[in-house]
C-alpha cells in the first residue's frame, strides 16, 4: 500500500512567524494603514495572501488588497535577500522525516507559501530530497480548498485512504476532510489543538516524537 503524508509548512514544520508579521507590518505601513494585529496575522498563516488580506481588512476593495500583497512580497523578498529571513526548522522534524521515508513513506508538502518561498526554506535546511510533490499557492486555490492535497495525492500515486495530512491550523484539518484524507494536528503551531479537533484533527500531536510515534505505530 502506497504511504503519503503530507505536511504544512510553516507552523508544522518550520517556526516562520517573526518573520512574517515583520512583512506583514511593512506591507500595512506602506499602504497606510495601521499595522494589523500579531495574533490575528499568526492565524492566518497557511491561507494564501489575498484570502489572509481579506480577513485581516474585511471592507478590503480589490486594488487595496492587491496593493497590500504586493508590499508583503516586496517586504519578505527583502527580508531574504538581506539574509534575515527567520525560518527555522522545529527540533526533531528533521528526524520525523528521515524516520518516514526510511519506513517507506512517500512525503509531501502542501502550503499557502509561494513555490519560490518553499523551494528556498526546504534548500536551506536540506529538506528538498525527501519530497514527490510539493504543492504551493502559486498554482492552487487557497486552504481550505482541498486542490492541494488532490494534485499532491495524483503525483505520488496515492488514493485518499492511503495518505494523511499533517498540519498545524484548521485550515490543514478542513482541506483533509474534503479531500477524504485523515487529518493529524500538531500542537506547536498557530492553531489550538481544541480548533484542530473541531476541524476533523483525528489526533493531535503534542511533541515531534508524538508525532513519529503515532505513524509509525
Same mark, same amino acid.
Request: proline share 5%; aromatic share 4%.
Given at each position: 500500500m502506497t504511504k503519503l503524508a503530507v505536511f504544512d509548512c510553516d507552523g508544522t514544520l518550520i517556526d516562520? $512567524?517573526?518573520?512574517?508579521?515583520?512583512?506583514?507590518?511593512?506591507?500595512?505601513?506602506?499602504? !497606510?494603514? =495601521?499595522?494589523?494585529?500579531? &495574533? $490575528?496575522? %499568526?492565524?492566518?498563516? !497557511?491561507?494564501?495572501? =489575498? $484570502? *489572509?488580506?481579506? %480577513?485581516?481588512?474585511p471592507d478590503i476593495d480589490e486594488d487595496l488588497q492587491r496593493n497590500l500583497v504586493d508590499a508583503y512580497k516586496r517586504a519578505f523578498r527583502a527580508q531574504r535577500e538581506a539574509g534575515e529571513l527567520s525560518q527555522q526548522l522545529f527540533e526533531g522534524i528533521a528526524e520525523v522525516l528521515d524516520a518516514l521515508h526510511g519506513a517507506g513513506w512517500q512525503l509531501a508538502v502542501a502550503t499557502g507559501?509561494? %513555490?519560490? !518561498?518553499?523551494? &528556498?526554506?526546504?534548500?536551506? &535546511?536540506?529538506?528538498?530530497? &525527501?519530497?514527490?510533490s510539493l504543492q504551493t499557492a502559486d498554482d492552487h486555490p487557497s486552504k481550505p480548498d482541498p486542490a492541494m492535497l488532490e494534485? *499532491?495525492?495524483f503525483e505520488a500515486a496515492a488514493e485518499p485512504s492511503e495518505a494523511v495530512m499533517i498540519g498545524d491550523t484548521a485550515y490543514d484539518m478542513q482541506m483533509a476532510r474534503d479531500a477524504g484524507v485523515r487529518a493529524i494536528g500538531v500542537d506547536w503551531g498557530y492553531h489550538s489543538p481544541e480548533e484542530l479537533r473541531a476541524a476533523g484533527a483525528e489526533f493531535v500531536a503534542t511533541s515531534r516524537q508524538e508525532l513519529k510515534a503515532y505513524l509509525l505505530r
Open positions: 516562520g $512567524q517573526a518573520s512574517i508579521c515583520r512583512a506583514m507590518d511593512e506591507a500595512f505601513a506602506e499602504t !497606510g494603514l =495601521p499595522a494589523p494585529d500579531a &495574533h $490575528q496575522v %499568526r492565524r492566518m498563516v !497557511g491561507l494564501s495572501l =489575498p $484570502q *489572509a488580506m481579506r %480577513r485581516l481588512v507559501m509561494s %513555490r519560490r !518561498g518553499l523551494d &528556498h526554506c526546504l534548500a536551506s &535546511h536540506s529538506l528538498t530530497k &525527501h519530497f514527490v494534485a *499532491a495525492l
